[in-house]
């Protein structure tokens, strides 16, 4: 699952919608919708985003956190280490091999550590 993925389903199920309901409001397919949310479709687009936005009633500073949420909600990332040292491509790799086996406080604090002040 995505985080677009987790906050769209909270969402949904606050307003005590189906999937189906929230995608035929939305002018999606169900299964589209369930795959967004289960995390089986890439970050969706931004106007799919403000139509959940309309639909929800989510405005101004939430509105934009939701947006930053679908931009890093991508399910198959790609990394480009060329011209990074070999350090940074082996960083990569074995993140790459390990994500599966974090848990989920291991996965927490390493992205707490990444989302530190930048040098």
Request: net charge positive.
């Amino acid at each position: 699952m995505t985080p677009f993925g987790e906050r769209l389903r909270a969402l949904r199920q606050a307003r005590g919608q189906t999937a189906k309901q929230l995608a035929a409001a939305l002018g999606v397919t169900p299964a589209y919708l369930s795959a967004l949310e289960h995390g089986h479709r890439g970050r969706p687009s931004r106007r799919f985003v403000e139509l959940v936005c309309q639909h929800f009633g989510i405005i101004w500073d939430e509105a934009e956190a939701l947006q930053a949420i679908a931009r890093a909600s991508h399910p198959r990332v790609v990394v480009d280490t060329a011209g990074l040292s070999p350090t940074h491509t082996a960083l990569a790799n074995r993140l790459a091999e390990r994500i599966g086996a974090l848990s989920e406080d291991e996965a927490a604090a390493l992205l707490e550590r990444l989302a530190g002040p930048r040098s």
